[in-house]
């Protein structure tokens, strides 16, 4: 039976989506190690038990809280175009577009020096130890879960089977490891211990490094080894608003961690206690909030060192009160229109971490797409992503394509502060869905008083253009017109899970609303893990998501 309770615990907390990865974070703490040592670790041996979500050949982004010093710290582990992936390569090779996925899909992993960046400045385990539990699970195998089974059932024939040395690693006797086999990965075994025994240069500037770049090239690829040695995280500042008191941190640009503030600065002018929670009511306010939100996200996100971005506009209340002006209680709009191009869903990874000494990691991991380029790195065991393919080949896109350039990512780690001391981790994949579902979550735990489980168990809606393709479900964010639904106009579809009332439906289309109910508990909903501090004794409450093989556990 579902529980609606949180885990409690005094001394620590790990949250992950899978749970030999929270397993992984445990091991890590019980041995002295820090939250950041056992964030790296359990992301690490997420790479290896959830495949298509995350990998070292991706992304990351991580809010550390320093209980020393009782500083909130942003790393930046995302990486940059490749220099030879311009426009005008696509333009001399005849295509129009960047391939959704494989080789030319590819820029520079960033999560590798990202862990070893946050390891160097606040860990206190060695190297070899937070890797450990990672290398055992690629090495000795692991059971498929049914979630696994499924993802490696659908991905066979369309992306796995069509690269040898990714079918090598996930097609094992030429088919996908069903639903309690072992799964071993003896490659990525391999390269963990390298990266443990040698940092980051073995990755960047090492013999895996000319590994990495010589199987993409080979496949058509770009990257190159100058892309990989210039490469490096960048500490940033966090972006915050208040929000009824509680002060939420999110990711700044290029992270779309910005779109999150700006929809709780618009909620906060309206009483939603009063509305009811999940009413029809509260829900429509939020999907208004979201479409103006989303409308300056998709005009203005991208990487800061090369576009101009107003976020201290974007972040005042004074604009909120603006937007919020927009908004008709009564009526649904038509899709708010920015000149940008539709969003895709991706797959992603977040994990969190508090630890006996108060400090906290929120940590979000990516490949973008499911299985991400598609391309295992020849007998590094190293899934790469396709980042990459999220760029705009057209110039007055504002995340148009640039050597050196980071693309606007959809991963944005979030944590609340209440009294200075902190209050709330969490975060969820789900592409563009993860704002939505931050503010759900917020607004289900701070204007209603949900614990952090029942926010986190119920139903969810999110909303975009409806893209039906090859029997895909997809919603789409982005100028009208500028995707395969065509030149139509059409207001935003609102997904529900099955869960919700018939009545909130029916409510959201008589507020002209168009709805869509989906299935019961949906990947397409994201998959949120949390920690909440309680204020008053400073005990635990940890919270994994259902629709996955998520488990937080502490003591």
Excluded at 514 to 533: N, R, T, Y
Aim: charged share 20%; proline share 6%.
């Amino acid at each position: 039976m579902l529980s609606d309770q949180p885990i409690f615990g005094s001394q620590a907390m790990v949250s992950c989506a899978h749970y030999l990865a929270t397993r992984a974070g445990l091991q890590v703490l019980e041995r002295g190690g820090n939250a950041v040592d056992a964030a790296v670790a359990a992301n690490a041996a997420m790479t290896v038990v959830y495949p298509p979500t995350c990998s070292a050949g991706g992304d990351v982004f991580m809010l550390i809280w320093e209980a020393r010093s009782r500083r909130l710290h942003a790393l930046n582990g995302s990486g940059r175009a490749p220099r030879a992936l311009t426009p005008e390569y696509f333009a001399a090779h005849s295509l129009r577009e960047i391939p959704a996925i494989g080789p030319l899909s590819i820029t520079v992993p960033g999560a590798v020096d990202g862990w070893f960046e946050a390891l160097e400045r606040f860990g206190r385990l060695p190297v070899e130890e937070v890797f450990a539990p990672a290398i055992a699970y690629a090495e000795e195998g692991f059971p498929v879960s049914p979630k696994l089974a499924g993802w490696l059932e659908r991905a066979a024939e369309t992306v796995l089977q069509r690269w040898e040395a990714t079918a090598r690693v996930f097609l094992p006797g030429g088919r996908p490891p069903g639903c309690g086999e072992i799964l071993r990965q003896p490659d990525l075994a391999r390269t963990y211990r390298l990266l443990a025994r040698e940092g980051r240069e073995a990755f960047y500037r090492g013999p895996l490094a000319r590994t990495l770049v010589d199987y993409v090239q080979r496949c058509g690829g770009v990257l190159s080894l100058e892309d990989l040695q210039a490469h490096h995280s960048d500490w940033v500042t966090p972006l915050s608003t208040t929000y009824r008191g509680y002060e939420v941190f999110e990711f700044p640009p290029n992270s779309q961690g910005l779109t999150v503030l700006e929809m709780l600065n618009i909620l906060e002018g309206y009483d939603l206690k009063a509305l009811g929670y999940q009413s029809p009511e509260t829900l429509h306010l939020m999907i208004e909030a979201k479409k103006l939100a989303f409308a300056d996200r998709d005009r203005y996100i991208s990487d800061p060192t090369f576009v101009e971005i107003p976020v201290e506009r974007l972040l005042s209340k004074a604009y909120a009160e603006q937007l919020r002006a927009r908004i008709n209680p009564e009526r649904a709009s038509f899709h708010v229109e920015a000149e940008s191009e539709p969003e895709r869903d991706g797959d992603t990874m977040y994990l969190c971490v508090v630890d006996r000494e108060g400090n906290a990691v929120s940590l979000i991991q990516s490949l973008f797409y499911s299985w991400g380029s598609g391309i295992v790195a020849g007998e590094s065991g190293v899934l790469l992503h396709n980042r990459g393919s999220y760029f705009s080949l057209n110039p007055r896109h504002v995340n148009y394509l640039q050597p050196g350039k980071r693309t606007m990512h959809t991963l944005t780690p979030a944590l609340v502060l209440r009294d200075g001391e902190p209050f709330l981790v969490l975060g969820t994949m789900g592409a563009d869905a993860q704002p939505q579902i931050h503010v759900q979550l917020l607004t289900a735990v701070i204007d209603f008083g949900l614990n952090i489980q029942q926010a986190i168990n119920a139903p969810r809606w999110r909303s975009g253009l409806l893209l039906q393709q090859g029997g895909r479900r997809q919603l789409l964010q982005g100028q009208q017109g500028a995707h395969p639904l065509g030149e139509r106009e059409a207001s935003e579809v609102v997904a529900l899970e099955q869960r919700f009332p018939n009545a909130v439906a029916l409510g959201l289309e008589m507020l002209g609303h168009q709805v869509a109910v989906w299935g019961p508990w949906e990947d397409d909903m994201g998959h949120a893990q949390a920690i909440l501090i309680t204020p008053d004794n400073h005990v635990l409450q940890g919270a994994a998501d259902p629709r996955c093989d998520g488990l937080a556990l502490g003591w």
